[in-house]
């Protein structure tokens, strides 16, 4: 057996863990991996923004240059970002101070399918904001798909799968919001 590594590859590995993961945990803590991801998104997108404006050319800017292993500025804002990212995610799913909790009013069926649902929209969510991270678009400042930097130059022009994420992140942002409040509208919840 033959498997080449690829791009494509270490995507859909890592969409299938977030994926097992997330059917691990159940619906109501996916849906807190959602919400917190919304947040990491904005978080880490800012703090990267502010790390590149107040700390670029610092002797602590040059150390993380070193140690990321980055040839310029532009690299190591969008490695604070990922490795910022990565951290709020999991800060969030694991110490979250908030709760989910949706109402188990429907067959076992359909619990299932939106947990997959759910699942489907968490691992999407996730990996779409690494790779627009790596693209160099900001979320807070603006920009789009096509001042996509060297970083991921190479992978979005190799990767269709990847292309296919950036190209379409805005759907990757927007679902997963949409799904819970249209789930919200058909929960039926009684008021104490």
Do not use: C
């Amino acid at each position: 057996m033959d498997i080449t590594l690829s791009w494509d590859l270490f995507v859909i590995v890592f969409f299938v863990v977030i994926l097992a993961y997330s059917l691990i945990i159940g619906r109501d803590n996916t849906l807190k991996v959602i919400l917190g991801t919304y947040v990491s998104m904005i978080a880490a997108d800012a703090g990267g923004t502010l790390f590149s404006k107040y700390l670029s050319g610092s002797e602590l800017f040059m150390k993380i240059l070193k140690f990321a292993a980055v040839g310029n500025e532009q690299e190591a804002v969008v490695f604070v970002k990922v490795v910022l990212f990565v951290t709020l995610v999991i800060l969030f799913a694991v110490r979250g101070a908030f709760e989910v909790d949706t109402a188990d009013d429907r067959s076992i069926l359909i619990r299932t399918i939106l947990s997959v649902v759910y699942a489907v929209l968490s691992a999407g969510l996730i990996i779409s904001a690494i790779l627009v991270f790596v693209s160099g678009v900001s979320l807070v400042g603006g920009g789009s798909t096509e001042t996509t930097t060297t970083a991921l130059w190479d992978v979005y022009n190799q990767s269709g799968m990847i292309r296919a994420i950036v190209d379409n992140s805005n759907f990757w942002f927007s679902l997963p919001a949409l799904a819970f409040l249209i789930h919200s509208f058909y929960s039926r919840r009684e008021v104490v």
